[in-house]
């Protein structure tokens, strides 16, 4: 193109200087400006318009020169701004070949994982820094990448940098903007799995843990200061609001139950509330309660039903008490048979864990706030809690001293159970010795 420039240049040199015969010649004190043209529109001719001069005027050779020179100093910028540019580019497509580079190593990380090694690396081993790192890499490579668009627009024209080149960097801004976003999905994957995998093996702890406990319970047992550790029973023999015996062991969750006890009362009026369960936002979540002349009544979530038990002779008595959150289905045993059914007491509503259980006393917030006027009043012993309703047989078996067989949640076990207030544990009287005195 400069070469053609030139020539047109000295073409309309000559020109000045000589014209033909028939041809009109150019305005003295005038001068031409020359515009280089494409190749195919070299013949077509050069109409000029004229430019009134500013000063002496010079010779054409001395004009042709300054044109030269100055067609020369604007192809040269042109020429550094290209070169600067191309600079550029070749920087942004080395990062881009970094960027698949280091898409490789995660490759290489990912097959790794497993084992316990960083092949990756400078990326850190933490799927959510690896997804933040790549994040800001693939943002930088975008904002470079408008920056130089920008420039580019501004300082070179379309000949310059070509429309392929452009596609081509987009395109390859695409696909690993594509590969980023696969990585990110398939680490958000493994995140999950390790998640299921830590939470399993939180389970299996868990499970080993409680197995501990459980064969620790069983050496204490041997410490026990009764015979047996549940040949005991709980003596409170006042109505007051701070005679009572508190279970040290919660309750999970719970769908269904099942509470056993044998207890000894000749209260009048009523013999108060054998025992009670009650958690945050719910002082009356399980409560076994006779107030006043009222029926001992059964509440579940501050629910109730009225039970056809009547235990106030002064013998011992063997009372059993099943539910099921299902459709709040109960029933009621005394000494081994059942005396009532029935539903809807609370249904669909599971009792909730980690409250706490009080022998004797019904509590108005969660461990305290007791009533003296619905203390119970009395002996109590082999007070189990099981978390399934459990058969009618059973229950049978179990008041009549066929088996021995102690709650799954709660069992009567001496140092689970503390005493406050004055209230005592005494040796009990054995399952036949209490039989007979029915």
């Given amino acids: 193109m400069l070469l053609v420039a030139v020539g047109l240049l000295l073409a309309v040199a000559a020109g000045g200087r000589g014209s033909p015969a028939g041809e009109q010649e150019s305005p003295p004190g005038s001068r031409f400006v020359c515009t280089s043209l494409p190749l195919d529109a070299a013949g077509a001719g050069c109409p000029l ?15 042709l020169k300054a044109t030269v020179l100055q067609l020369r100093e604007t192809v040269l910028q042109q020429k550094e701004t290209i070169g600067s540019q191309r600079e550029a580019i070749r920087e942004l497509t080395g990062k881009l070949s970094r960027c698949e580079g280091a898409d490789g190593k995660a490759g290489a990380w990912k097959n790794e994982v497993g084992k316990g090694k960083d092949t990756m690396g400078d990326l850190p081993r933490d799927p959510a820094q690896v997804i933040e790192q790549l994040s800001r890499t693939m943002q930088t490579l975008k904002d470079r990448l408008e920056s130089l668009e920008h420039q580019l627009r501004a300082n070179v024209s379309y ?4 429309s392929d080149l452009r596609e081509m960097l987009q395109r390859r801004l695409g696909d690993l903007e594509r590969q980023l976003l696969s990585k990110v999905a398939e680490l958000e994957d493994e995140k999950s799995l390790l998640h299921n995998e830590t939470s399993a093996h939180r389970q299996k702890t868990e499970t080993a843990l409680n197995a501990l406990l459980e064969r620790v319970s069983e050496l204490e047992k041997g410490n026990s200061a009764f015979k ?4 005991f029973k709980v003596s409170l023999p006042l109505r007051t609001n701070y005679l009572y015996g508190k279970i040290k062991k919660t309750l999970p969750e719970l769908y269904a139950f099942t509470v056993c006890l044998w207890l000894r009362s000749s209260a009048s009026p009523g013999i108060g509330t054998p025992f009670s369960y009650a958690v945050p936002g719910q002082a009356n979540e399980i409560v076994l309660i006779e107030w006043g002349n009222n029926p001992i009544e059964l509440l579940i979530n501050d629910k109730v039903a009225q039970l056809p038990l009547f235990i106030s002779d002064g013998k011992w008595h063997h009372i059993c008490i099943t539910w099921t959150t299902r459709d709040g289905m109960w029933e009621a045993f005394q000494d081994g048979e059942k005396l009532g059914t029935g539903e809807n007491l609370a249904p669909w509503h599971p009792i909730k864990p980690g409250g706490v259980l009080i022998l004797g006393q019904e509590q108005d917030t969660v461990g305290g706030r007791f009533d003296a006027t619905q203390a119970f009043v009395g002996e109590m012993s082999q007070f189990n809690i099981w978390d399934r309703v459990l058969k009618a047989e059973d229950i049978m078996n179990i008041a009549n001293c066929s088996i021995n067989m102690p709650g799954n949640i709660i069992p009567w076990v001496d140092n689970n159970v503390d005493v406050f207030g004055g209230a005592t544990k005494w040796p009990v009287e054995t399952c036949e010795e209490r039989l007979l005195d029915l």
């Fill in 228 to 231: 047996s550790p549940d040949e």
């Fill in 159 to 162: 000949a310059a940098l070509p």
């Fill in 49 to 63: 318009p004229p430019v009134p001069m500013q000063g002496g005027a010079l010779p054409p050779e001395e004009e």
